[in-house]
């Protein structure tokens, strides 16, 4: 089966991964479209790899893995969407651009909703596969807890706390917490990572960044996997982001700030002020330890690892069925937008 791998954004690389390395080891040729913007970054430069859409339309693919939401139509290719996370209440994460020919979903939740989509328009197909980002999660969950150790004893700190918030303007709690992080850091007993999503208005990274220049027990992460960190840390300090879910899935506290999702099973505030006994709190009690409990069941109830495998064993059947569709028809505003963006 020859697969492409389709990254528009460096957050594709993680979520990538377990699939590429499952492809390799089954003996599937796969190259990586990866856009020019993002290629400094990129971690497998020495594999095949491209950021030419011509390269990829010559390849003439079996299948094209997505976790952004678009990909041209014009492409020979089983068009799949992957997701790159497991926010649904975020505006998008349910709508349907008719770019893709196969969703595949990471649990329950997700399921339900893309099948009832699927039911008004009847062309395409959704599968539950779980998700390969997080397949690390029963692999190797343990894999960082010396370096962990190390640095909590460098830092002779005792927790860690990963802040990690969105980048959209109207849900990100950046501008807020600024001086409430410089507060929480006087205690020494905490270490504090700060993650920021690739997409952070560079004004606000600026900011952050000069914080973490002048406070010892403060430090900038620029590592574009974060799930190093989520493995890593005690507790999460959000608002509303996908990445929420990921921590919760690791059995652990989350603080999110005016969140805007309709289930919330952690603990959440309206008021910015009051991150310093929220962490406390959640260190010592974790009073949402049993709510989490419907967050494994429905957003992603697969802890085997093996999601990357259920994902590409998912379009090799259901290509040995249906067959390899050379282009997927869309409307001329999905055209345009396509050729805007890709340049054909």
């Known amino acids: 089966m020859k697969c492409v791998l389709f990254c528009q954004n460096n957050y594709a690389f993680g979520i990538f991964e377990p699939i590429r390395t499952h492809l390799k080891e089954n003996g599937h040729d796969y190259i990586w479209y990866v856009n020019d913007k993002i290629i400094d970054d990129f971690p497998f430069k020495n594999e095949n790899n491209t950021s030419s859409i011509f390269d990829i339309k010559k390849y003439r693919s079996d299948v094209i893995f997505v976790p952004g939401n678009e990909v041209p139509h014009y492409l020979r290719g089983l068009k799949v969407q992957i997701f790159h996370g497991l926010a649904g209440e975020k505006k998008g994460h349910f709508r349907i651009r008719h770019y893709f020919d196969v969703y595949l979903t990471q649990g ?5 909703k893309f099948n009832e989509l699927k039911s008004i328009h009847k062309d395409f197909e959704v599968i539950e596969t779980g998700w390969p980002k997080l397949d690390i999660y029963g692999t190797n969950k343990f894999i960082y807890n010396e370096e962990k150790n190390n640095i909590l004893e460098k830092f002779k700190a005792k927790k860690i706390i990963l802040y990690a918030p969105t980048f959209s303007p109207k849900l990100t709690s950046a501008p807020y917490l600024t001086e409430q992080i410089k507060a929480l850091a006087e205690n020494k007993d905490f270490l504090i990572l700060m993650k920021f999503h690739p997409l952070m208005d560079e004004n606000w990274l600026a900011v952050y960044r000069e914080i973490a220049e002048k406070t010892e027990n403060i430090i900038f992460e620029t590592e574009k996997n974060i799930i190093k960190f989520l493995l890593m840390a005690d507790v ?4 509303t982001s996908s990445v929420i879910y990921e921590f919760l899935l690791l059995d652990k506290p989350v603080i999110s700030f005016k969140n805007i999702s309709e289930t919330i099973l952690w603990e959440n505030s309206l008021d910015y002020t009051e991150l310093i006994p929220l962490v406390e709190k959640n260190l010592t009690t974790d009073p949402f330890a049993k709510e989490r409990k419907f967050i494994f069941e429905n957003y992603h109830p697969y802890n085997d690892g093996k999601s990357a495998q259920r994902m590409v ?3 090799e059947n259901y290509i040995k069925v249906k067959g390899v569709p050379e ?8 055209r345009f937008k396509i050729h805007s963006i890709f340049k054909k």
């Open 327 to 334: 282009e997927r028809k869309i409307s001329l505003f999905r």
């Open 108 to 112: 329950p939740y997700f399921t339900k």
């Open 313 to 315: 064993d998912a379009v």
């Open 236 to 239: 999460l300090v959000s608002d």
